[in-house]
């Protein structure tokens, strides 16, 4: 069998970082600095499943001049995700084929809520999912890519990843994995790989 994996941010849905910030800056009602250090850092460990919701509020309340609970979290999220048709078209697509379709996505259990309350069984076509906030590590460290070819028991070579950032395609690839990027601009030519890999 071969294997569709999908990211999700920017590949089957869509999201702007800036967006986020805004929307932080007018629930504070104050301008914001650049993201701090250990802004990143709380972020990645809450994509690690290092860190609960709870606690990230807390420190979002504290970092940002917030008053938010979890809801509120769920809440911007919700606002800010879109669908991104042309990568769910390709997720349809491979689901309705004999293809076995997973994510593998850097992701905190409060984006997939988000997700789910915007687009009731919005994953219902994968055959299963690769979380980092579960796997407790996150692209493009080498290990989440050599934990889902265990799990799969397939060679890199029978799976096609599809990735919006450079540095994780690089690091699939690096593992054997048939990996391309899917930004706008690169949106034909991975349907055209894909169907070539798939034979669709």
């Known amino acids: 069998m071969k294997y569709f994996l999908f990211d999700i941010g920017n590949v089957l849905t869509n999201f702007d970082f800036q967006e986020l910030l805004a929307a932080y800056a007018a629930h504070s009602g104050r301008p914001l600095g650049p ?27 504290e970092a940002k001049g917030l008053n938010w609970t979890t809801d509120s979290l769920h809440e911007i999220w919700q606002e800010l995700f879109s669908v991104n048709e042309k990568g769910r078209g390709l997720f349809e697509k491979a689901a309705a084929s004999d293809v076995g379709v997973y994510t593998l996505s850097n992701i905190a259990h ?8 915007n687009w009731k069984g919005f994953f219902d076509g994968a ?74």
């Open 35 to 61: 993201q701090t250090d250990l802004d990143e850092e709380m972020y990645v460990k809450v994509e690690k499943g290092l860190l609960g919701e709870e606690d990230y509020v807390a420190y979002l309340n």
């Open 110 to 117: 409060y984006h997939i809520r988000a997700i789910e309350k």
């Open 127 to 200: 055959t299963g999912l690769f979380m980092s906030y579960e796997m407790g590590v996150r692209k493009p460290d080498p290990r989440i890519y050599e934990m889902v070819l265990e799990k799969l028991g397939a060679p890199g070579d029978q799976c096609f990843f599809i990735d919006d950032l450079p540095e994780n395609i690089a690091a699939a690839r690096a593992a054997g994995i048939q990996a391309h990027r899917f930004v706008a601009e690169t949106h034909e030519t991975v349907e055209g790989a894909a169907a070539e890999f798939f034979g669709w």
